[in-house]
């Protein structure tokens, strides 16, 4: 019996939209992808028209979530693929290529991280944040980008985190990797530019994926408090600006860090924490 999914969707796919109609036959890697933010992404870009290779290291989940794609009338395929590991990377996008011909967007969605202190935490859950966090972003860029000029152009969006902007206790690894995120992001946008491959970071708030989505009534009642929406994002608001930046209507968007927050970063916490009802 296949796992339920996190994010569902209509079990006939719609008439394409033509103001994406660009997306017909393209063909999108998606890291991560077998749940929250990753599937949502897939989903959608599927919806829209596009290939979509999924990406992950949950094989269940992912299988499940190709198939449920393919039911609905999309076209995917889900590859087990460790993104920490270089040599998966380049296999996955050799294989994408292979089987529908060219490359044309990546998603970079693929999570790992602990809650330690710098003290607490091993330099092995250092590197292997890194790796899957970072690394594997500028790993993407490295085989993926060829593939893109190849085929005129093409665009790529890298999932960062209001983290890499601000951050909370004991989590060095997961700020650390997302700020460096934009950076990289901005210097994917540079170098790709003559080619015509554009790249975008987006920073997303609390999104209710498998993590947030968890709390106690209390916890995400204060948690609910500091977002000026008065609630926590769903992964298809996120996916929806993910094709957004990919698509043709930002066609003269590069190098930009998107903040999709719900208001969060705009609104100063300590009002919040010292109100009477928090």
């Known amino acids: 019996m ?10 006939n796919f719609p008439t394409m939209n033509s103001e994406y109609a660009e997306f017909d036959n393209k063909v999108a890697i998606v890291t991560g992808g077998a749940q929250g933010i990753g599937l949502a992404t897939a989903t959608l870009l599927a919806q829209t028209g596009a290939r979509v290779a999924i990406a992950d290291i949950e094989a269940e989940k992912g299988e499940a979530a190709a198939q449920q794609i393919s039911h609905a009338g999309g076209v995917a395929h889900f590859s087990v693929t460790d993104v920490g590991e270089h040599a998966q990377i380049r296999e996955l996008v050799d294989q994408t290529v292979q089987r529908w011909g060219r490359l044309d967007y990546v998603v970079n969605n693929a999570y790992w991280s602990v809650r330690k202190d710098v003290v607490e935490l091993a330099e092995w859950e250092w590197d292997k944040g890194m790796a899957v966090m970072l690394k594997a972003a500028y790993l993407f860029g490295k085989h993926a980008f060829p593939h893109m000029q190849t085929a005129g152009g093409g665009a790529l969006v890298n ?22 995120l934009i950076n990289l992001t901005r210097q994917m946008a540079i170098d790709g530019g003559p080619h015509n491959i554009r790249a975008n970071a987006i920073l997303p708030g609390w999104i209710k994926t498998r993590g947030p989505a968890n709390l106690s009534e209390a916890r995400d009642r204060k948690l609910r408090k500091l977002y000026p929406l008065g609630r926590g994002g769903e992964p298809h608001e996120i996916a929806t600006v993910v094709r957004f930046l990919l698509s043709n209507q930002a066609s003269f968007v590069t190098g930009h ?7 969060l970063t705009a609104q100063l916490q300590d009002a919040v924490v010292l109100s009477d009802d928090f």
């Open 2 to 11: 296949s796992p339920p999914l996190l994010y569902s969707f209509a079990p």
């Open 159 to 180: 999932i960062s985190s209001v983290h890499g902007i601000a951050s909370i206790p004991r989590y060095p690894v997961y700020a650390t990797a997302k700020a460096g």
């Open 257 to 263: 860090a998107l903040v999709v927050d719900g208001g």
